[in-house]
């Protein structure tokens, strides 16, 4: 079905297409709007007054304005996965086959069920829900909560993955501008013509602010022809950048700047390889807030009726749109802007039922006007309004002296006056301050570089805007040293501007000051009885611009209210904190590229592709993908994978990728008494050709990594990390070398990336070695004995070096080649291990194997352990200073009831034992008193056939041989395990040495 | 005995595919991987950074740079990376670890990251504005001259950024990139380029 007739469009005028109309369905019905059109405009056109329900009592309402600040047509735009909530009516973009859907009521738009509550209305006030919904407290979250969720709401999301793309970008400029209305594009055009680089941002999709909707004389030209003439001037300036459907959203430290563009809002779907929308970081010397003002409401018995509407926003309906949102319109206001609207009217044929001006005086133009177009000027205000979901019917006036009148009317114009959008100037915590002369908050100063002009900062004629605008663009191009030259300023006529301040109209039934909220003038007025008087107290209390619209047509007549309740003014009672963003940015957008499988960089291997062939499992450790194991066909699970691979290697070889270990290479002469100082043993009498076990501890004496170091030469150490730690290290390292140590002459490099490396273990790891290794290079015991480290050529000519270390307890060699041969040399190992059934293994296999041999590893240098607890306080030297070496004296460090590594065991050689279970003395009942430790580590021994583990246990290496209780809370488990030596394999060396 | 073959893979080896990529129609962008290099880290040792500026200027004619700029003869390039240090880009073992050890005897400490690192060069009408979306870095020509160098980090990776010579009147900026961040960073790189379609290829010519 089409209800193709836009029954509310004007035949001519505004900016719309007519010639590219557009199909869209609101609510399931089809209706047609032209290019050009917002959502919201394409609704008036059609003649849709009623869009949503209230926030909290379901009431029906409208269209209030024709811009971001909007608190009631809020929609879900599109379907399924890309559906929208609380999107805005107001600044949607109409495409062809737009869907959008009425929120917050059933079973339908025009018969809510939940409407019900406004009857109960007069206990939904503010804190109801903190005062009713106490008792009993349980039910909060179980019964009350969801309730008042489903029936007080808004939207609902799409609840499955956004199919979309955001991104995000940098950009620089010298003069950042907030805005295209006459200030912006005026600043623009100074800064631009005085050679600064210029980023201009707009929210709307077209540049020109209230020129759109209001038009005006400019240099003499109509207000379009003088945009397309400053569009075109700007655009042939190539550092000039006009940035439409962008909001500049917040202000951060050092010039720095974020943004919003919506790249695709307006279509459908995004192109093929175009994102949705794109998050920008603009960086920037200068910047200006041309960001307009907002038209604030007077709050007024029934003024969320449908059909009440914001007096600008009905002009930029009428003007920009050319579709009417009444035929015959009353309007309300205590200021002179608000008369523009009765010009928009008569000029759009549109009739005038009323002109309602709270102010004492109207001017004789005015009277003239209305006696010729024949329409009353009443003197006073709104006091109700009566209609419904079909808009409004009849206008109740209090006239000033007190009588009252009635008019007809389907449509009610408001202006209560303009509050500059001074949101950007206050996000480092400025305050704005209170001008009277316009009843109305301005920037008090802004962050460093920033400067509002035009209606931003209380400049509302045309006139002003313009000169404010080009002289605040030529004194930032200046301030960036561009000094071209500005020309002179655009000139138009400065219209007057008188305004009585008038916030709140006392009468019979519910005014809203906060209509997505639903917070009455009364709630306001409650807060205040119940000692809630603070501007921020009031806030939370009442919820008072809380909801997505932040309050924007909202705030300041909330606190204009309190102030009169409480007798202060309004400055005296002040405003909340700014804080950005200025409108909803979607979190798709603040993660970018980064999400799914991209959430983070990450780190390969040099064998990763191989492993990935071979069928690998992966593991995320930190950045890096490793290989966890290899299954094989027929392999049940995990357990039975990496049993295989730990037999494979303790009874014959196998290899394991080690380049993620951390890799530093220390030159230069005073290398080793460098390291002896970041090692607590030393390195300096260390041998060239020879590695050794080094552990370094922070400055407070706690282990902080440890790793192998072996000298390749006189003068250059390769110094190996942990994996998790390679990054932490480095930077210890160089801060130690630049801050601590400076007199020393070393350089450090990470030389992670630049090999590949292997683990080569088993009893036949020679065997396989001999194969690939120059039949030249000695590699027996005397040749190559325990702790050697060398370089050796390969068969093929290729240069390896070759470290004779051990984490499994075999007989080891680790094997690096420059890393574009990491691949090559994994190959390799295959070929020259096949006979020897060589077996990759992968970091679990690797784990088994140190928890086997009793190794420590990160679940042990935990941050809380000294090298004693770890079983190395033997190390510590005590011929030499080395860091972390005083504090590590402390009492508390060298107690001797400290947890101190040990192996675990259950006494039940078939119960599985698991890390995180404490360890409490036999027969006790278990609590923190009592609570003696830990366990760390645990695997399934092959080897022993058992579960074992490490854990770190109050005076544990005393305690071999004793039975405790290992308690498990979490998992509801208690058993009895045996402490014992932590090297369960292998406890004398012999197979690594042999 | 088996026979064992060496071949190298470069950090991109196995996930470069050439060829377009991305939205159709002109290209906005190529990107390719420079292969097989030699890249050498020279770190003056204490107190002998003049005596190794010195060294680099007989060796290749033109004064190491002090700030962030990459500075070359026909075959050499050298990068600044940090204070009293740079890199030497090269070809074909001329200035390779090996033939530097004497260069910089006494004055500097040398590190080989040949294959430490993936070399892309990345040019085209639309670079600067895919490079906006991964470096904080001001590129715009009048700041970021030919030439120019930065020591910064791209999609939380930490990058070497220069500006090489143009290109057929296009900017051609150089990253160099740790290798087992390499693949990660070129999905980066794909994601940011696709809108502007993109040829890749690779080299074993610096650019």
């Not at chain 1, 920008?280 to 029934?302: C, D, L, N």
């Not at chain 1, 071999?960 to 090297?983: K, Q």
């Not at chain 2, 004064?63 to 050298?78: C, F, I, R």
Request: net charge neutral; charged share 20%; hydrophobic share 40%.
């Amino acid at each position: 079905m089409v209800g193709g007739a836009q029954t509310h469009r004007l035949a001519d005028g505004g900016l719309i297409d007519r010639s590219v109309p557009l199909s869209f369905r609101f609510d399931g019905k089809t209706l047609l709007g032209f290019q050009g059109d917002t959502l919201a405009s394409a609704l008036v056109a059609n003649g849709v007054k009623l869009v949503g329900r209230s926030f909290k009592y379901h009431r029906p309402r409208g269209i209030l304005t024709a811009g971001s600040e909007e608190p009631n047509a809020l929609v879900e735009l599109r379907s399924g996965a890309r559906r929208e909530p609380n999107t805005k009516a107001t600044t949607a973009e109409l495409y062809d086959g737009l869907e959008a859907a009425s929120q917050n009521r059933w079973p339908s738009l025009r018969h809510d069920f939940l409407s019900v509550n406004q009857l109960f209305a007069p206990i939904f006030v503010a804190g109801f829900y903190y005062k009713t919904f106490m008792w009993p407290a349980k039910f909060w979250e179980a019964v009350y909560e969801p309730a008042i969720r489903r029936a007080a709401g808004l939207g609902r999301a799409a609840g499955i993955a956004d199919p979309d793309h955001y991104d995000k970008a940098w950009a620089h400029c010298d003069v950042l501008i907030a805005g295209s209305g006459p200030a912006g594009l005026a600043a623009a055009l100074a800064a631009g013509r005085s050679g600064a680089r210029v980023i201009l941002c707009e929210e709307d999709f077209v540049p020109g602010g209230r020129l759109l909707a209001d038009g005006g004389t400019i240099d003499g030209l109509p207000a379009a022809e003088w945009i397309a003439r400053t569009l075109a001037e700007l655009g042939s300036m190539p550092d000039v950048r006009i940035m439409t459907r962008t909001t500049l959203f917040g202000v951060y430290d050092g010039g720095t700047y974020g943004a919003i563009e919506r790249v695709n809002d307006h279509l459908p779907v995004p192109p093929e390889h175009q994102v949705r929308q794109r998050l920008w970081r603009i960086v920037a010397k200068r910047s200006i807030v041309a960001a307009g003002a907002i038209e604030r409401p007077i709050v007024f018995a029934g003024n969320d009726t449908p059909g009440v509407m914001m007096a600008s926003a009905m002009r930029s309906y009428v003007g920009r749109y050319a579709a009417t949102p009444a035929k015959r319109v009353a309007l309300f206001t205590n200021n002179e802007d608000g008369w523009r609207t009765v010009q928009t009217a008569i000029g759009a044929g549109l009739q005038v039922a009323a002109v309602i001006d709270a102010r004492p005086d109207v001017s004789p133009a005015h009277r003239t006007l209305a006696s010729k177009n024949g329409f009353p000027v009443l003197n006073g205000s709104v006091a109700g309004v009566d209609g419904g979901k079909d808009g409004v019917r009849k206008i109740a006036v209090s006239l000033t002296g007190g009588a009252r009148a009635e008019v007809d009317a389907d449509g009610l114009a408001v202006s209560g006056g303009w509050n500059p959008s001074v949101g950007l100037t206050s996000y480092h915590r400025g305050r704005p301050k209170w001008r009277d002369d316009i009843a109305a908050f301005v920037p008090d100063g802004a962050p460093p570089g920033m400067v509002a002009v035009g209606a931003a900062n209380g400049a509302f004629g045309l006139g002003a805007c313009l000169r404010q605008g080009f002289e605040a663009g030529a004194a930032a191009a200046s301030d960036c040293g561009r000094g071209g030259t500005a020309g002179s300023a655009p000139v138009a006529d400065d219209e007057a501007f008188s305004l009585t301040p008038l916030w709140h109209v006392a009468g019979k039934g519910k005014a809203f000051v906060d209509q997505q909220h639903d917070v009455t003038a009364s709630d306001v007025e409650l807060a205040q009885r119940e000692g809630f008087e603070s501007v921020e107290h009031l806030k939370r209390y009442t919820t008072l611009g809380m909801a997505t619209d932040q309050g924007k047509t909202s705030n300041i007549a909330g606190l204009a209210i309190m102030a009169a309740v409480t007798g202060k003014s309004i400055p005296e009672t002040g405003t909340t904190i700014y804080r950005p963003p200025y409108v909803p940015v979607a979190i798709g957008a603040f993660a970018g590229h980064h999400r799914d499988e991209t959430f983070h960089a990450t780190r390969l291997t040099p064998s990763h592709h191989w492993a990935a062939e071979q069928g690998a499992v992966f593991v995320d450790t930190g950045l890096w993908k490793r290989a966890q194991w290899y299954p094989r066909a027929g392999e049940k699970d995990w357990l039975e994978s990496v049993t295989r691979e730990v037999k494979a290697v303790r009874g014959g070889v196998g290899f394991c990728d080690v380049s993620t270990l951390g890799k530093i290479d220390v030159h230069g002469p005073d290398a080793g008494v460098f390291l002896d100082r970041v090692y607590i043993n030393s390195f300096s009498n260390l041998a060239v050709g020879k590695a050794r076990y080094g552990l370094m501890l922070r400055e407070d004496g706690i282990v902080y990594d440890d790793g192998t170091t072996s000298r390749l030469a006189e003068h250059h150490y390769f110094l190996t990390t942990t994996t998790a730690k390679a990054g932490l290290v480095m930077q210890h390292l160089e801060f130690c070398r630049q801050v601590l140590f400076p007199e020393l002459d070393v350089q450090l490099t990470s030389v992670s990336d630049q090999w590949a490396q292997f683990s080569i273990a088993g009893p036949k790891t020679r065997e396989l070695l001999r194969e690939i290794v120059d039949p030249s290079e000695d590699l027996s015991n005397e040749g190559f004995p325990f702790m050697g480290a060398r370089e050796v050529a390969l068969r093929g000519g290729i240069k390896a070096r070759l470290f004779r270390i051990s984490f499994s307890g075999e007989m080891a060699f680790e094997i690096s080649v420059p890393a574009r041969y990491g691949e090559a040399l994994v190959r390799n190992l295959m070929i020259a291990g096949k006979s020897l059934g060589v077996t990759p293994y992968g970091t679990e296999a690797l784990g088994v194997m140190r928890v086997e041999k009793g190794h420590v590893a990160g679940p042990e240098l935990n941050g809380t352990t000294t090298a004693a607890d770890l079983g190395l306080g033997k190390m510590m030297s005590t011929k030499k200073d080395f860091i972390g070496r005083v504090m590590a004296g402390r009492e508390a460090l060298v107690a001797p009831d400290r947890q101190v590594v040990v192996g675990v065991k259950p006494t039940d050689k078939a119960r599985r034992l698991r890390s995180g279970a404490h360890v409490i003395p036999k027969g006790e009942i278990p609590g923190p008193g009592n609570d003696q430790g830990y366990v760390t580590s645990v695997c399934f021994s092959p080897t022993l056939d058992q579960w074992i583990g490490l854990g770190l246990v109050e005076r544990g290496r005393e305690r071999i041989g004793e039975i405790v209780r290992a308690h498990d809370p979490l998992r509801g488990e208690a058993y009895d395990v045996e402490l014992c030596n932590p090297v369960f394999y292998d406890p004398e060396g012999g197979r690594q040495r042999g | 005995m088996a026979e064992f073959s060496w071949d190298i893979r470069s950090p991109l080896d196995r996930t470069l595919v050439t060829g377009p990529y991305g939205a159709r129609g002109e290209a906005g962008l190529s990107l390719t991987e420079i292969r097989n290099f030699d890249l050498v880290q020279a770190m003056a040792r204490r107190g002998k950074a003049a005596e190794m500026a010195a060294a680099a200027k007989a060796r290749f004619g033109v004064a190491a740079p002090e700030t962030p700029k990459a500075v070359g003869n026909a075959d050499a390039t050298l990068i600044w990376s940090g204070p009293d240090q740079f890199f030497v880009l090269s070809k074909g073992g001329r200035h390779g670890i090996e033939a530097l050890a004497s260069v910089f005897a006494g004055s500097a400490s040398l590190s080989d990251q040949s294959h430490a690192r993936a070399l892309i060069s990345v040019s085209g009408q639309r670079v600067r504005a895919m490079l906006a979306k991964l470096s904080s870095i001001d590129l715009h020509p009048d700041v970021f001259a030919v030439g120019s160098a930065a020591a910064t980090s791209m999609d939380h990776t930490s990058v070497t950024l220069w500006r090489g010579g143009d290109r057929g009147g296009q900017a051609v900026f150089n990253l160099l990139v740790f290798s087992t961040f390499a693949e990660s960073l070129w999905h980066t790189i794909l994601d940011s380029a696709a809108e502007y379609g993109v040829t890749i290829g690779h080299s074993e010519e610096l650019a």
